[in-house]
């Protein structure tokens, strides 16, 4: 579906996500490179780390194209209990979400995060949840603007929040409509 005039958004199915690996991680590095306390550094560890996000979400793993390139991709969990697995309410956790520098400043941040929570809205879900570095400024203000709060924090992560309308919120930007 169309975005902008340039950017296609998309769902990446698992044999896709493997295919587009290495631009993946390539988007991975590009946008964390400011802020790498908050980042992976091996190549080996962001690739773990996708399968493990298209793992926990078949359906939640999106990303942004020009053209052929991918310029983002964002990653949101539907049924997520906590690191421990121990909630007893499952919610919409916003996994991450990345946009290549060169494309940074242009809206993709924001269309992502709202499709994210109409993501989690049409799974019924109430809440969604993430967590952001405390010293990631844009990032925090980006969240802080969609109705996200800081609810505590843990180490160098602050903890976010924000009640989900499983109605009102399926209609954010009308985004996703034919995925
Ligand atoms: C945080 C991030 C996803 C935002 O994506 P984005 O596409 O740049 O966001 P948007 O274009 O929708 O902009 C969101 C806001 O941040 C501002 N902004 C973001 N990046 C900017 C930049 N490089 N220059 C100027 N402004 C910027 C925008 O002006 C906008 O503010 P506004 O709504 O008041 O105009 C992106 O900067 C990124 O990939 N950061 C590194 C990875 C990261 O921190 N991810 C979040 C993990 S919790």
Same mark, same amino acid.
């Given at each position: 579906?169309?975005?902008?005039?340039?950017?296609?958004?998309? +769902?990446?199915?698992?044999?896709?996500?493997?295919?587009?690996?290495?631009? !993946?991680?390539?988007?991975?590095?590009?946008?964390?490179?400011? $802020?790498?306390?908050?980042?992976?550094?091996?190549?080996?560890?962001?690739?773990?780390?996708?399968?493990?996000?298209?793992?926990?979400?078949?359906?939640?793993?999106?990303?942004?194209?020009?053209?052929?390139?991918?310029?983002?991709?964002m990653s949101v969990h539907d049924s997520w209990r906590g690191w421990?697995?121990? @909630?007893?309410?499952?919610? /919409?956790?916003?996994?991450?979400?990345?946009?290549?520098?060169?494309?940074? /400043?242009?809206? $993709?941040?924001?269309? !992502?995060?709202?499709?994210?929570?109409?993501?989690?809205? +049409?799974?019924?879900?109430?809440?969604? /949840?993430?967590?952001?570095?405390?010293?990631?400024?844009?990032?925090? +203000?980006?969240?802080?603007?969609?109705?996200?709060?800081?609810?505590? @924090?843990?180490?160098?992560? !602050?903890?976010?929040?924000?009640?989900?309308?499983?109605?009102?919120?399926?209609? !954010?930007?009308?985004?996703?409509?034919?995925?």
């Amino acid at each position: 579906m169309t975005i902008h005039a340039a950017f296609q958004l998309e +769902r990446l199915s698992k044999a896709e996500l493997k295919a587009e690996r290495s631009a !993946l991680v390539a988007v991975y590095f590009s946008a964390y490179r400011d $802020l790498p306390h908050y980042a992976y550094h091996s190549r080996d560890e962001v690739e773990d780390y996708l399968s493990w996000l298209h793992r926990g979400d078949r359906r939640g793993f999106y990303v942004v194209r020009v053209g052929k390139e991918i310029v983002a991709w964002m990653s949101v969990h539907d049924s997520w209990r906590g690191w421990r697995g121990d @909630q007893p309410e499952a919610q /919409g956790e916003l996994q991450e979400l990345v946009v290549a520098r060169p494309y940074q /400043g242009m809206g $993709l941040g924001r269309r !992502l995060v709202a499709l994210a929570i109409q993501h989690t809205a +049409r799974a019924g879900r109430r809440r969604i /949840g993430l967590y952001v570095g405390e010293q990631n400024e844009p990032a925090r +203000r980006l969240y802080e603007r969609f109705g996200f709060r800081v609810e505590s @924090q843990w180490n160098i992560w !602050l903890r976010m929040q924000r009640p989900v309308d499983p109605v009102v919120d399926q209609q !954010l930007e009308g985004l996703g409509d034919n995925l």
